[in-house]
């Protein structure tokens, strides 16, 4: 099977067939680089030079109901994790400004928990105001949301709605008991349904076989999120998975890559674990190996990289921040 003549039709927005995944996920360890090679074409075919940049504030952290077993929050493990009440929007709005002085365009409001009650509710709509008035475009991460929560954030100016399914349906029951994976695509599809930009993606290195990886993209194409958060485990002392080995730099660039010609004109954005698995040694090769969005500063309870650092690899790789 030919390589070039597969990057042919993720070019042209073919869906590749069983076969051609399958000959992807098999590809030799010494044919990486013509992968990511391949895989850097597709994604400038679709973006350009541009890469979309973004940033996180931790704005309601700790005691999560949820058990997922790769998460500092959740209120069933032992990990030591910041616990406070959501922050009030002039904190949020400051760490806004932060994240656009640093070169971030879009900026999610993250928040622990499954529901979301009414107090926090109009808290987010201050907070998405708040960051509005940043010149920013607003995100919300905060647990599932129903289509009138949505409608009324998105009266406010929220344009943006994240909510990861973590991993395929087959691998969740493993790591998450709380609730079931439907719910999640569920939320997906209520955020949709509202018009908003959903970001939806994963965590790789959980214990997840390719085929966990290629189900999870296929439903993401499936469902037709615009961007795709990929996440790699920090394994985190007091969580099921402390002991887990973290992804190796060449895996977590071949999943990128795979996901580059699965979800060829998505945006594929490069999240949290990225120092864990690529250090600095290695933080230039994820913007040449398909991806076209990297999360700029820290995440939600480990730190992330400089985001000068990651402004002078846009430069050496020759791209420029993107004006989402």
Known sequence: ??????????????????????????????????????????????????????????????????????????????????????????????????????GASRFGIVASGKLVGGADLDGFETAVRSVAAQGLIPDLSPGILDRAQLTRLKKAGLRGYHHNLETSARHFPKMCTTHAYEEDVNAVRAGLDAGLYVCSGGIFGIGETWDDRVELALLLRELGVPSVPMNFLTPIPGTPLEDRAPLSPEEALKIIALYRFLLPDRQLRICGGRPTVFGQDRRDEVLTAGASGLMIGDYLTTRGGDADADLAALSRAGLVPAKE
């Not at 992807?24 to 030079?49: C, D, I, K």
């Open 1 to 102: 099977m030919n390589l070039t003549a597969i990057a042919s039709k993720a070019l042209d927005g073919v869906p590749l067939s069983d076969a051609e995944i399958l000959f992807l996920m098999e590809l030799a360890p010494e044919r990486l680089p013509e992968l990511l090679a391949h895989a850097h074409r597709v994604r400038t075919a679709n973006f350009g030079n541009e890469t979309g940049l973004c940033a996180i504030v931790n704005a309601k952290s700790g005691t999560c109901s949820e058990d997922c077993a790769f998460c500092a929050q959740s209120g069933h493990h032992a990990a030591e994790s910041p616990e406070y009440p959501l922050m009030d929007a002039d904190e949020i709005a400051a760490a806004g400004a932060r994240a656009k002085a640093a």
